[in-house]
């Protein structure tokens, strides 16, 4: 798959790992400590989950069994490396975005199978079976770019850019167009794993549209021709320098048939700043700079006087924060997704945050909730910065209005 690059500076890691300094650098995700970083998928379920050795050790109960163990941060695109080692007769599992399991199991010297060591379990068979016998250290490198998978086991590549079709068994949830955690497999049998590291890939596919470009407002409008216009670009940035002496008016997308999508930004507010990014232009995602604040439908990832975040996401004020978006209309309603800073604010492997079928956010565009529109940023209150904005149109469309009666 073609990739389009997005270079510009890394991500801050979020939910105790540590960050990385750019765009070349891996994030340690576990620091062979303790479980920092990590938490249980089912939090009632047995934790079998220890350390020990400077490795994260899963020791399933006789009775009780065990419970997958994901990363509190949630990845799009990445590279990984991890370091695993199974009993005699064991069986485990690395899910990518906790959706896509890369087989782990003692099967060391048999043919290759998709249910084998390497798999993508239930998809696609590895080229070779490389795994070592059990009780010995394997080494693991992988890279997921939007669905295309590569694994290299002990040194040998045994998937090249395998395009997974779906989600495999025991995936977290079946949303696959968001960013998602990592998560390794406890309801089966023991593991040990270490040097896990990620290493996040700022570039997208080509089905991702492009909707800053760096250098110009191409492609974009003011919500009001007549208003001011506080929007320059500088730094490649998309900068609105509103402030509460003189205010400026929206910026929209001149494309205006987005319905449902995956929206990436990034962007930047002092704190106590405020703003917003209005999907369809009628759902308003909340901007604030509030770190430290408690969550309520008026803070960071709030669906604006709606819905408040599941809880506070936010960095400290004048540092790049990132915004990753689903949007999904259906007949009840407008389904919404959101991962701020790498945690998921709205929506959870349960489910989206639905906003039921006639409402919109205050402020919304004219027209009806369930019509396609643009993405459309808000300028008229203080100042903020965006850069990196991508989205990736999804199947539907608006319902077709209805017939006029028959005379």
Known sequence: MRRIPLALAALLAFGGFAAAADAGDSIPLFNGKDKTGWVLLDPNGYDGWSVAGGAL?????????????????QFWNFDLHFEYTIPKGSESGVYLRGRYEIQICDDAGKPPSPHGTGAIYGKKAPS????????EWNVVDATIFEKDVTVTLNGVKILDRFPVPSFTGGAVEPIEDLPGPLMLQGGRGAASFR??????????????????????????????????????????????????????????????????????????????????????????????????????????????????????ASRPG??????????????????????????????????????????????????????????????????????????????????APPKPAAP
């Open 57 to 73: 050790v899963h020791t399933p109960d006789a009775e009780k069994g065990g419970t997958d163990i994901v990363t509190a941060e």
């Open 128 to 135: 070779q079976n490389a795994a070592k016998a059990p009780g």
């Open 195 to 312: 040097n896990i590291r990620i290493r996040p890939i700022r570039e997208f596919g080509r089905e991702h549209i492009l909707l800053f470009d760096g250098k110009t407002k191409r492609g974009w409008r003011l919500l009001d021709p007549k208003g001011v216009d506080r929007w320059s670009v500088a730094e490649g940035c998309l900068i609105n320098r509103s402030d509460a002496k003189k205010r400026g008016t929206d910026l929209l997308t001149i494309r205006d048939d987005f319905f449902n999508f995956q929206l990436h930004l990034e962007y930047n507010v002092a704190q106590g700043a405020n703003s917003g990014v209005f999907l369809c232009g009628r759902y308003e995602i909340q901007i604030l700079g509030d770190h430290g604040m408690k969550p309520t439908p008026h803070t960071a990832g709030a669906v604006y006087d709606k819905v408040a975040p599941a809880f506070h």
């Open 318 to 399: 004048g540092e790049w924060q990132t915004f990753d978006a689903l949007v999904k209309h259906n007949d009840f309603g407008t389904d919404i997704w959101l991962v701020l800073n790498g945690r998921r604010v709205l929506g959870s492997f349960s489910g989206a945050t639905r906003i039921p079928k006639g409402e919109v956010t205050p402020g919304a565009l004219p027209g009806e909730w369930s019509d396609a529109g643009p993405l459309r940023l808000q300028g008229d209150h203080d100042g903020v910065r965006f850069r990196n904005i991508w989205i990736k149109p999804l199947p539907g469309s608006p319902p």
